[in-house]
Structure formats: structure tokens, C-alpha cells
């Protein structure tokens, strides 16, 4: 038994990190027992993190089979043709002689649509061979991710339900799995059985050794210059993980402290977001360090060393699908504080976990930045926002509650505010704006006091989270998945209107946010 791994990357991120944890698992849950992994992709990983990976799986052969081709769309110098039969060719050589009996292929964020011609061709060769093919839901092309579409476009995919045709595919050796309850309800109105819910695996991690500890610890402390304490936001560096909300929260709760983030930019679209940020913490000397795993992490402390080198860990992200940095926080035992995810959420309190620090936004004395100029500045880039969607998309559009009245409120979420506002923020001295702001958020006094005194509520890892989130029951729930038969045919159409389903909730109000609008800093 062969299993086959697809990525367009295997950068450091949410979705390798899966892929390290639940491999194992996964051959030691497919009948027969796979005896060879394949990642399959359009980057290799660095060397450190490949050897960790074939050394984790014991005799288990593991190879890669990486063409440039098979990595994002925007990424690719030659045209779709060219694209195309490369694409098919390394596709075709990496599944020669493979059947249903001996082969398995786990596809991953496809839902993001950045290679579209990777997905199709994805489910026509599997489909060709009837070797399974699970299509594995991280992320959505439509999440507040709109400037893939233009690239979706040029790559010959003109319509949105050509897209959810790529990203979603009906044939019957095709499942789909989701990582949280949520979008696994959409999926099941219109796919029915051949969709199941996932959730990311995660266990009590084995603290490190007292060395190791030390060095990452001294590692810390070389590159920040102090023994300051560090708190640790474990992410890539991203827009949607609202970095500059974790700094604000840092220099309230913890004055002097570092805010620590972990992985590199991903993309070029996020390039001016991270120089913008990088820029305005070297003029104003703000205890913030970025992507302190970037590059070639052998020499580096692991993330869970970092974890348990830091006082705590923040997560403020706008959007995730699932919420994997919770989980690691308590798994490390840190104190965590995170914003409440309306789809993450659910699926940690079934779970069993309860988060003491959680809150909704961090609410903002409008005195803080220019008002008039951030009204302006947002109304501006809705439109253009707007503009740039599928024509099929914008009457869906709702207006944004920050857009709906012209009068000056009494206060706003912070993560309601494109980024020059949030720097604006960012430049009022942190002992100013707490006093501003300090009766609009009472909760953060009573954490600030906590913080001071190292009291911060650390999340337990209940017992009952075995059942979800071990590696047997990852691999238990993949392999029940597979073997599903399917009671009824999935009817024509299923995939456009799933989509549509998806497509409605993301463009409702409560779900815009100004950061996502675009690239532009």
C-alpha cells in the first residue's frame, strides 16, 4: 500500500504540521499497512524537517516527487498548456501501476484554488485509475481570500461554478474531509455521507528536557537581546492572523514583554503587510520580533520548545479552520488568550477544553486614530474590494457595520480597522491608549493584574479530547471515511451549490474585515 501525499508546499505551517503528526497513524491505519509515503508537491521541504519526518516513520520508505509545476498558479513562469501537461506527466509517473487495492492519495487545500489545474487533474487521473482520492478542507478560496480569483481566471477557470467544480469534485472514488463541524455541515447537504469531519490531531506534547529548554531559552534571549519575558504568537505571517492585536495585547498585559511570532511569509501577497509591520517596530522600537523561524530551521528551537521557552501564547486571528495553536498551548501547558472563532469554537468546547482567556474583539477609543480618514480610507477599499469580486458575487455583498452610520461611535474593534489605522493605535505611547481604552475592555484588567503576578490561567487538557484528537482516532475516522459506502448518488449540481452555501455566509457583514480587503498595506 502506497500512500501519496499532495501539497503545493511544505512549508512550515498548519498543514505540514498535520501531515508530520497524523502520517504515522495513517499507515498504520490503511488496510493493508502502507509500507511507502510519497509527498508529492510543488517544494520540497528543507532537509531538517525531511529527515525528522523519515526518521519519525521508522521503515516506512518515504520519498519525494517534487515538480515546480504542481506549486501555486501565481508562482509559474510558462502558460496553462505548458502547465497543464506538466502538471499530468509527473502525476501520471508518480501513480504509474497504482489501482484502488494498493494506493491512497491525500490531497491538501485544494479548497484555496491555487493551482486549479493541479485539482483537475488531481480527480481525473484518480478518477481514470479509481484510486481514492480525499480531498482534505484546510482553507477556502472564498474565506476572505478574493484576490485568488484574477489567478483562477487566467488559468482558464472563468466562472465560479467552474471553480467549485475544480475544488469539489463528485465522482464516486472521491471523499471529502473537513477539519471542523462547520464546513462539514455545508458539505453534507449536498454530498451527503461522502464527507467527513476530521479534526486536526493533537496530544499532551512530552515537555522538553531541562537542556533543551535552556537552549531555547538562551536561543531566545541571544536574538532579543534581554530576559524579557516572551509571549509566543505561533503562526506564519499572515493578514488574517491580525499580528498587530497580539502586540497591542502584549504591551497592555505585559509592559516590556516581546511578542514573539514564529513562521516566514508565505506568499507575495502578504510581503507589504509584514515590511509594514516591520518597519514601524523598527522607527518606534516596539518589543516585537518577526518570524524568528524563517529560513533553515536545523539550528533553530522546534515550536514546542519556543511554547515552553514563552510566558504565553497569543491567537488573534480573524479567521482559522481550526484552531490549532489553542490546542498546542494547553498540549505545552501555557497560558493562552484568544479571540473566539464562531467555527472553531463549538469544536473545542465538544471537545472538552475550556479556554479561561478568550474574548470576542478588543474595543477602541475612535480618539486613538483619525476617524475621518479611516472611514474614508475603508469606504474606498470596499469599493474597490467589491469590485474585484466574481460579478456573480456582488450583489451578495453586505455593507460593513463600520460603514454603516457616518457618525463617530464610541468605540470599535480593533479588528475592525485596516492596518495604518491599527498602526495609528500602535503609535499612542501603550500606557496612554490602556488608560483610553481600559474601561471599554474590563476584562483585560483583571488579566493585566494576572499577568503581572504569573497567574494567568493555563488551559487543561481534558481526557475526554483522546476520542477526537489521538492518533488513533485520526486515523480511525480517515480510514471510516474511506471505506464509506456512499447511500445514495450525489446529485448534479452538488458542488455549485455548496459553494453558493459557503459563498452567501462569507459576504455577510460580520464577516468583513478591512485587513482582508487587500494586499495593500
Known amino acids: 500500500m502506497k500512500l501519496l501525499i499532495v501539497h503545493c508546499h511544505y512549508r512550515p505551517g498548519g498543514v505540514r504540521r498535520v501531515i508530520e503528526l497524523a502520517v504515522p497513524h495513517l499507515v498504520k491505519a490503511l488496510q493493508p499497512a502502507a509500507t511507502e509515503v510519497v509527498l508529492v508537491g510543488g517544494e520540497a521541504p528543507d532537509h531538517g524537517w525531511f529527515r525528522t519526518f523519515q526518521e519519525r516513520m521508522g521503515r516506512v520508505r518515504v520519498s519525494l516527487a517534487i515538480e515546480p509545476a504542481l506549486g ?52 481525473e487521473i484518480c478518477g481514470a485509475t479509481g484510486v481514492p482520492l480525499v480531498f482534505h478542507h484546510h482553507d477556502w478560496w472564498f474565506d476572505n481570500r478574493w484576490s485568488r480569483w484574477p489567478e483562477m481566471q487566467e488559468a482558464g477557470y472563468q466562472t465560479v461554478a467552474e471553480v467549485a467544480r475544480a475544488i469539489l469534485p463528485t465522482a464516486t472514488n472521491v471523499r471529502h ?71 497591542l495585547l502584549t504591551r497592555w498585559l505585559r509592559p516590556g514583554g516581546w511578542l514573539v511570532t514564529t513562521g516566514d511569509v508565505s506568499s507575495a501577497d502578504e510581503r507589504a503587510y509584514a515590511d509594514a509591520l516591520q518597519t514601524a517596530a523598527l522607527q518606534y522600537g516596539w518589543r516585537l520580533r518577526l518570524s524568528v523561524l524563517a529560513g533553515d530551521e536545523t539550528q533553530k528551537p522546534t515550536v514546542p520548545e519556543l511554547l515552553a521557552a514563552s510566558e504565553a501564547v497569543l491567537l488573534t486571528s480573524l479567521q482559522e479552520g481550526f484552531g490549532l495553536p489553542n490546542l498546542e498551548a494547553a498540549a505545552a501547558g501555557r497560558p493562552l488568550i484568544t479571540r473566539t472563532l464562531e467555527n472553531v469554537a463549538p469544536d473545542l468546547a465538544r471537545f472538552g ?36 469580486l466574481p460579478q456573480a458575487c456582488r450583489a451578495l455583498v453586505e455593507e460593513p457595520h463600520f460603514l454603516e452610520s457616518a457618525r463617530q461611535p464610541k468605540s470599535v ?31 483585560l484588567e483583571r488579566w493585566r493584574e494576572r499577568a503581572t503576578d504569573g497567574e494567568l490561567a493555563i488551559p487543561q487538557w481534558p481526557s475526554s479530547a483522546a476520542k477526537w484528537l489521538s492518533g488513533a482516532a485520526y486515523g480511525a475516522r480517515f480510514m471510516e471515511l474511506l471505506q464509506r459506502k456512499p447511500s445514495k448518488a450525489v446529485t448534479p449540481g452538488a458542488a455549485e451549490r455548496a459553494v453558493d452555501d459557503f459563498i452567501r455566509a462569507k459576504l455577510a457583514a460580520e464577516n468583513q474585515y478591512p485587513l482582508l480587503w487587500s494586499s495593500e498595506p
Not at 537552549?215 to 506564519?236: H, Q, T
Not at 479561561?356 to 474597490?384: C, N, S
Open 177 to 247: 474531509a473537513t477539519i471542523n463541524q462547520a464546513d462539514a455541515a455545508v458539505l453534507e447537504r449536498t454530498f451527503g455521507d461522502r464527507v467527513g469531519w476530521i479534526p486536526n490531531l493533537t496530544e499532551p506534547a512530552v515537555p522538553p528536557t531541562a537542556p533543551r529548554m535552556r537552549r531555547a531559552k538562551s536561543w531566545l534571549r541571544e536574538r532579543l537581546g534581554d530576559d524579557a519575558p516572551v509571549w509566543l504568537l505561533p503562526c506564519r505571517l499572515l493578514r488574517r492572523k491580525n499580528v498587530a492585536e497580539a502586540l
Open 353 to 388: 477544553f475550556d479556554f479561561p482567556q478568550t474574548y470576542q474583539d478588543v474595543a477602541i477609543d475612535p480618539a486613538l486614530f483619525d476617524w475621518k480618514a479611516e472611514r474614508q480610507r475603508q469606504a474606498q477599499r470596499f469599493r474597490d474590494w467589491r469590485s474585484r
Open 72 to 123: 501555486y498558479f501565481s508562482d509559474q513562469p510558462a502558460g496553462s498548456p505548458t502547465l497543464v501537461r506538466r502538471i499530468r506527466t509527473h502525476l501520471e509517473q508518480c501513480m504509474a501501476g497504482l489501482t484502488p487495492r494498493n494506493a491512497v492519495v491525500w490531497a491538501h487545500n485544494q479548497g484555496l484554488g491555487r493551482n486549479l489545474l493541479l485539482s483537475q487533474a488531481l480527480q
Open 413 to 443: 474593534a480593533f479588528s475592525r480597522l485596516t492596518l495604518p489605522a491599527q498602526l495609528e493605535v500602535l503609535f499612542v505611547p501603550a500606557a496612554t491608549s490602556w488608560e483610553t481604552c481600559v474601561s471599554l475592555n474590563p476584562f
